[in-house]
């Protein structure tokens, strides 16, 4: 068995039976336990990565998609706030690589055809989704863009991590697939990809791990995920009330027994 801690090959025996039970990743040796070392997958994806920042103001990019455009010529995501700009001072063209814009959907293709068989990661993952949704006039075929986002996240690619988990969880177009979510989503997760650490959070809640959820949350929430922090906001109240159930509780059985002394007295 693997630590997720510390990462060793170790004898069944250095773990203690809970933890034999969790899957790898979240699987800490008896050693890792006493000493509180932290978790890989807690460790990393911990800040966004260079590559979420808009190429020419150097911001991080909206979590929201629609706050930012992709560029089919470079594949580039551009924030809408350059985009605007680069249309203010006349530009038309893509406003990173000066690459004329084509005029209709369709004329994407050629471009994004191009980079993908020059084995760009992006282009491979773009066209992936072109493939799922059925867009630029291609028909949708999900299996071709399973193979697709499969090829361009072993590349590195952690929104092809991403999808993948979305597409096995919801289980719609392909099988539903709970072990192949946990692997994309701590795959991207562990690439800084702020949506999947949330979702991991979700998923942890749902099966129990309150703690993991709670430090995977806090994890997308200081990277600017709202859910994230209101899902931690949401926990920190249950616990206070649950606490001040429990306090209520042991004042009620505290008098209840001073009650019954005075009784027997």
């Given at each position: 068995m693997i630590c997720g801690a510390c990462e060793r090959e170790l004898p069944d025996d250095s773990y203690s039976e809970e933890e034999r039970g969790r899957r790898q990743s979240i699987r800490r040796c008896e050693e890792c336990v006493a000493a509180g070392n932290q978790l890989v997958l807690m460790?990393?994806?911990?800040t966004r990565p260079e590559e979420d920042e808009c190429p020419i103001c150097n911001l991080p990019l909206p979590l929201d998609t629609k706050q930012s455009s992709f560029q089919a010529c470079c594949m580039t995501l551009v924030c809408k706030g350059c985009d605007l700009a680069a249309c203010k001072r006349g530009m038309r063209d893509c406003p990173f690589c000066r690459a004329a814009t084509p005029g209709a959907e369709s004329l994407c293709l050629p471009m994004i055809q191009k980079?993908?068989?020059?084995?760009?990661?992006?282009?491979?993952?773009?066209?992936?989704?072109?493939?799922?949704?059925?867009?630029?006039?291609?028909?949708?075929?999900?299996?071709?863009?399973?193979?697709?986002?499969?090829?361009?996240?072993?590349?590195?690619?952690?929104?092809?991590?991403?999808?993948?988990?979305?597409?096995?969880?919801?289980?719609?177009?392909?099988?539903?697939?709970?072990?192949?979510?946990?692997?994309?989503?701590?795959?991207?997760?562990?690439?800084?990809?702020?949506?999947?650490?949330?979702?991991?959070?979700?998923?942890e809640d749902d099966?129990?791990?309150?703690?993991?959820?709670?430090?995977?949350?806090?994890?997308?929430?200081?990277?600017?995920?709202?859910?994230?922090?209101?899902?931690?906001?949401?926990?920190v109240r249950e616990r206070s009330r649950d606490q001040g159930r429990l306090c209520w509780s042991s004042a009620w059985?505290?008098?209840?027994?001073?009650?019954?002394?005075?009784?027997?007295?």
């Amino acid at each position: 068995m693997i630590c997720g801690a510390c990462e060793r090959e170790l004898p069944d025996d250095s773990y203690s039976e809970e933890e034999r039970g969790r899957r790898q990743s979240i699987r800490r040796c008896e050693e890792c336990v006493a000493a509180g070392n932290q978790l890989v997958l807690m460790k990393r994806g911990r800040t966004r990565p260079e590559e979420d920042e808009c190429p020419i103001c150097n911001l991080p990019l909206p979590l929201d998609t629609k706050q930012s455009s992709f560029q089919a010529c470079c594949m580039t995501l551009v924030c809408k706030g350059c985009d605007l700009a680069a249309c203010k001072r006349g530009m038309r063209d893509c406003p990173f690589c000066r690459a004329a814009t084509p005029g209709a959907e369709s004329l994407c293709l050629p471009m994004i055809q191009k980079r993908f068989d020059a084995g760009d990661p992006m282009a491979i993952y773009f066209l992936g989704s072109q493939y799922r949704f059925g867009l630029l006039g291609l028909e949708k075929d999900v299996t071709r863009a399973v193979e697709l986002y499969e090829r361009a996240a072993e590349l590195g690619v952690k929104v092809a991590h991403f999808n993948l988990g979305l597409l096995y969880h919801k289980g719609a177009d392909v099988e539903k697939d709970t072990a192949k979510v946990i692997r994309h989503w701590e795959a991207a997760a562990m690439r800084g990809h702020v949506k999947a650490r949330h979702n991991f959070g979700c998923e942890e809640d749902d099966a129990g791990n309150y703690d993991l959820a709670s430090q995977h949350w806090t994890i997308s929430a200081n990277m600017g995920h709202e859910g994230s922090l209101n899902n931690l906001k949401h926990h920190v109240r249950e616990r206070s009330r649950d606490q001040g159930r429990l306090c209520w509780s042991s004042a009620w059985l505290s008098g209840r027994c001073r009650g019954n002394e005075k009784c027997r007295s």
